[in-house]
């Protein structure tokens, strides 16, 4: 089958024949149908240093997709060829105490689909049955091709009660843009949505943020007074990984504030522990997505009028991977879809 393979340790990616994967008894077969490009695709195209220490060669790579189950192990029950599905990105232990209490987003020995081993962009991907979304009919296909990121975004914006709340999120990447548009819909009331890149936002204005904010000509202290806010932001979803917007956030928020943080910073960053003491903030981290109460929610919103559709703004044929890696490379883009048929 072809694949896109991490096939030597420098940049680039190979569109390579390799072996169809074969499947143990608890595991599932799928025949991809699209897959999403994710900012870790990108890192591990461009070969970085945490790319460098991470992915081992030989590896095909790519965790976003939506495909068709062909053939499943003797030990599966719960799923028929024939059916619509997408793949967890963590694969879990399934024994430590997190594990074992239900608590599977908290394993402790979690591996990357498309990092610690291969992955979707290929023809066909192999996963245990304990990875395998069902997805309804009524779900969009492209849509249902990133719902790994999706989830990062519903995991993040969910993580504290939204309702009635005025919400900051720094970043306008397609996880920051997605969540804006999942706090609108869960009843936040004002949501300002900061970055650095005039394309991402205007994606974040069409996806419903009250006030799309470039922070290099204007202040969210700015934005603030703006809307008649007074006292800070009640949550803050942290989506960039940058220092600044991070000490920005901080300098926002309501006494009381909570912050989810989702974005990977490159290295420590120092902050003011004096606004978090006596402002008495929250800070919570964020690692993928609840399996599966996270999947779950993501469903029912789109059910419930939710529409992501805007944040996919280009369509390439998997043959076309390079133009697909340079526009995301570019930063003009949302996400990126890679059609996997013949
Ligand atoms: P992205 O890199 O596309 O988006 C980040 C955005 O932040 C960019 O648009 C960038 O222009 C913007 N930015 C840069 N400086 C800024 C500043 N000073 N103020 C405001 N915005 C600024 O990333 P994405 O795919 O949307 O993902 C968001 C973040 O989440 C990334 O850091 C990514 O690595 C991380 N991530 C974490 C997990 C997890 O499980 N914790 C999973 C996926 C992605
Ligand atoms: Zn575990």
Same mark, same amino acid.
């Given at each position: ?21 074969? *499947? ?12 999403? *490009? ?9 070969? $970085? ?19 068709? *189950? ?9 799923? =028929?060829?024939?059916? *619509?599905?997408? %793949? ?12 074992? @209490?239900?608590? +599977? ?7 990357? =689909?498309?990092?610690? +081993? ?18 309804? $009919? ?8 990133? &719902? ?8 993040? /914006?969910?993580?504290? $009660? ?10 306008? %990447?397609?996880?920051?843009?997605? /969540? ?28 419903? @943020? ?21 006292? %800070?932001?009640?949550? %803050? ?16 928020m309501c006494h009381g504030g909570k912050i989810a943080m989702l974005g990977i910073p490159e290295k420590e960053i120092a902050i003011d522990w004096n606004i978090v003491v006596f402002n008495m903030l929250t800070l919570k981290g964020i690692y993928g997505r609840e399996m599966y109460e996270t999947w779950y929610k993501m469903t029912v919103m789109l059910q419930s009028g939710l529409d992501i559709s805007p944040i996919i703004t280009h369509? &390439? ?7 697909? &890696? ?17």
């Amino acid at each position: 089958m072809k694949a896109l393979v991490k096939k030597e340790s420098k940049p680039g990616l190979w569109l390579e024949e390799v072996p169809k994967p074969t *499947i143990g008894i608890n595991d599932v077969l799928i025949k991809v149908d699209r897959t999403g *490009i994710c900012g870790t695709d990108v890192h591990i195209y461009k070969w $970085d240093d945490w790319a460098q220490k991470t992915i081992p060669v030989p590896m095909v790579v790519g965790h976003e997709f939506v495909g068709e *189950i062909v053939e499943v192990g003797s030990n599966v029950a719960d799923y =028929v060829p024939g059916e *619509i599905v997408s %793949g967890e990105g963590h694969v879990v232990c399934g024994r430590c105490r997190n594990c074992f @209490a239900g608590r +599977r987003h908290l394993c402790a020995h979690t591996r990357g =689909v498309g990092v610690n +081993r291969p992955g979707a962009f290929a023809e066909y991907i192999s996963l245990p049955m304990t990875n395998i979304w069902h997805h309804d $009919d009524s779900i969009d296909r492209d849509v249902a091709s990133i &719902f790994d990121p999706f989830g990062n975004a519903v995991h993040t /914006a969910l993580s504290f $009660d939204v309702l009635g709340e005025d919400v900051l999120i720094t970043g306008a %990447g397609p996880i920051g843009v997605m /969540a804006a548009a999942v706090v609108k819909h869960a009843g936040a009331r004002h949501v300002v949505v900061t970055d650095v890149n005039p394309y991402r936002l205007e994606l974040a204005k069409k996806m419903g @943020a009250t006030l799309a904010l470039d922070v290099r000509d204007n202040t969210i202290a700015n934005a603030q007074k703006e809307l008649g806010m007074t006292e %800070g932001f009640d949550v %803050g979803l942290e989506m960039s990984g940058n220092p600044v917007a991070f000490r920005d956030m901080l300098n926002n928020m309501c006494h009381g504030g909570k912050i989810a943080m989702l974005g990977i910073p490159e290295k420590e960053i120092a902050i003011d522990w004096n606004i978090v003491v006596f402002n008495m903030l929250t800070l919570k981290g964020i690692y993928g997505r609840e399996m599966y109460e996270t999947w779950y929610k993501m469903t029912v919103m789109l059910q419930s009028g939710l529409d992501i559709s805007p944040i996919i703004t280009h369509r &390439f044929h998997a043959s076309e991977f390079e133009k697909g &890696f340079e526009v995301m490379m570019s930063g003009q883009s949302g996400k990126v879809i890679l059609d996997w048929n013949e």
